[in-house]
């Protein structure tokens, strides 16, 4: 009779012990407070900056304001409110979503096996690849053009690695200048001190249209890498990452996504690219 009463209890507890370990204390907390927090880099146009009066905008942000709703319908809250957190560097966006400081980060975040070996990424947000921008009075339209160039670029990013690899396997001898911010190479490229500014083309394509005048910069239409983008959570926090999944995959499944790629690149003139309409049509995934 005790064994019975021992199987029995094990039977009970077990599934409420499976229940705990699982519980999210994200979306814990999120339905206690009623507080998102993202973290954002604020000089990565068209992905996540900052408009005229302050606020964070961009195609990202637009991601995380359609994930923030989607988890304010499941936790039954009346309204939930964002709180945005400026990131710059990749070391400070890693360790402010490592260590809980945002909930989720939403910019332009390439996802690579050693980020993910201390944050999780959410399903695929974008596809891009390095590029250059150049001043159209000193043009570098082709990779082959970099050759004996001064190079901009931001330290400690994929773009970086991914251009010394190729000037390694191409044998060019090119210059690079690291910077700190997608700012900064855009001011050393106006002043002439750079020959081009190598980011992601993605991020590119908003710094040239947010400056005064587009017609000035010429871009390489080719790529030296290739970028896939994703949002960065909290390693382990599966309930939360699958929520904010479930809201992009639904978000895929709409046609309301291609009228966000379009106002954020397609009035730039940039149109949708194959391996972007495949990226958001193999992750419409179904529930």
């Given at each position: 009779?005790?064994?019975?009463?021992?199987?029995?209890?094990?039977?009970?507890?077990?599934?409420?012990?499976?229940?705990?370990?699982?519980?999210?204390?994200?979306?814990?907390?999120?339905?206690?407070?009623?507080?998102?927090?993202?973290?954002?880099?604020?000089?990565?146009?068209?992905?996540?900056?900052?408009?005229?009066?302050?606020?964070?905008?961009?195609?990202?942000?637009?991601?995380?304001?359609?994930?923030?709703?989607?988890?304010?319908?499941e936790a039954g809250l009346d309204?939930?409110?964002?709180?945005?957190?400026?990131?710059?560097?990749?070391?400070?966006?890693?360790?402010?979503?490592?260590?809980?400081?945002?909930?989720?980060?939403?910019?332009?975040?390439?996802?690579?096996?050693?980020?993910?070996?201390?944050?999780?990424?959410?399903?695929?947000?974008?596809?891009?690849?390095?590029?250059?921008?150049?001043?159209?009075?000193?043009?570098?339209?082709?990779?082959?053009?970099?050759?004996?160039?001064?190079?901009?670029?931001?330290?400690?990013?994929?773009?970086?690695?991914?251009?010394?690899?190729?000037?390694?396997?191409?044998?060019?001898?090119?210059?690079?200048?690291?910077?700190?911010?997608?700012?900064?190479?855009?001011?050393?490229?106006?002043?002439?001190?750079?020959?081009?500014?190598?980011?992601?083309?993605?991020?590119?394509?908003?710094?040239?249209?947010?400056?005064?005048?587009?017609?000035?910069?010429?871009?390489?239409?080719?790529?030296?890498?290739?970028?896939?983008?994703?949002?960065?959570?909290?390693?382990?926090?599966?309930?939360?990452?699958?929520?904010?999944?479930?809201?992009?995959?639904?978000?895929?499944?709409?046609?309301?996504?291609?009228?966000?790629?379009?106002?954020?690149?397609?009035?730039?003139?940039?149109?949708?690219?194959?391996?972007?309409?495949?990226?958001?049509?193999?992750?419409?995934?179904?529930?």
């Amino acid at each position: 009779m005790l064994r019975k009463l021992i199987v029995v209890l094990c039977t009970l507890v077990y599934p409420l012990a499976a229940n705990a370990q699982s519980a999210s204390p994200t979306l814990e907390r999120i339905a206690e407070t009623g507080e998102f927090r993202v973290g954002f880099v604020p000089d990565a146009p068209p992905m996540s900056f900052l408009d005229q009066n302050g606020a964070a905008i961009g195609y990202s942000i637009d991601l995380c304001r359609q994930i923030a709703s989607s988890i304010r319908e499941e936790a039954g809250l009346d309204e939930i409110e964002l709180s945005f957190t400026p990131l710059i560097s990749m070391e400070d966006r890693l360790s402010a979503v490592e260590n809980g400081i945002v909930d989720i980060e939403c910019g332009a975040t390439t996802v690579t096996l050693s980020r993910r070996e201390r944050v999780d990424f959410t399903l695929m947000t974008f596809i891009t690849g390095g590029a250059v921008v150049s001043r159209r009075a000193k043009p570098i339209y082709g990779l082959d053009d970099l050759d004996d160039k001064t190079i901009a670029v931001v330290g400690g990013t994929t773009t970086e690695d991914a251009l010394r690899d190729f000037m390694t396997l191409n044998e060019m001898d090119i210059e690079l200048r690291r910077i700190e911010t997608h700012d900064e190479g855009m001011e050393l490229l106006d002043d002439r001190k750079v020959d081009g500014y190598a980011s992601d083309r993605a991020m590119l394509i908003g710094q040239v249209f947010r400056s005064a005048d587009a017609a000035n910069y010429a871009l390489t239409q080719s790529v030296f890498s290739f970028e896939p983008y994703s949002m960065m959570t909290r390693r382990g926090d599966t309930e939360f990452r699958l929520a904010a999944d479930r809201a992009l995959a639904a978000l895929y499944r709409t046609a309301r996504i291609r009228r966000l790629y379009q106002n954020w690149f397609g009035r730039h003139g940039e149109p949708l690219s194959p391996i972007v309409e495949a990226m958001y049509e193999f992750q419409a995934v179904g529930e």
